[in-house]
């Protein structure tokens, strides 16, 4: 099951089908890949962009530049604890 990085310490919310197919893209690409998030409450959407670091995988919305880490794990206890998404300043 794949994992976003929420804003708030130590928050993880369950991938978007969105964001897992663009994610799946990335891993078989080996590059990144640009896409479109939709916010699911406001309906607005975002340019985005799924980059990879080495083996880690992040979103990074081009409008906001806010950075959020994208995990797979099977057992929610092996989620890492984080400080909240941040800001690419």
Not at 12 to 17: I, L, S
Not at 36 to 58: A, L, R
Not at 60 to 86: C, F, Q, S, Y
Request: glycine letters at 4%; proline letters at 3%; a negative charge.
């Amino acid at each position: 099951m794949y994992y976003v990085q929420g804003n708030e310490k130590d928050e993880w919310k369950n991938a978007m089908t969105s964001q897992i197919e663009v994610v799946e893209k990335c891993k078989k690409s080996e590059k990144d890949e640009e896409y479109i998030v939709e916010d699911p409450i406001s309906k607005k959407q975002f340019k985005s962009i799924c980059k990879i670091n080495g083996t880690n995988y992040m979103f990074l919305n081009l409008e906001t530049n806010m950075i959020r880490k994208i995990i797979e794990v099977e057992d929610t206890k092996l989620l890492p604890k984080h400080p909240g998404a941040n800001y690419n300043i």
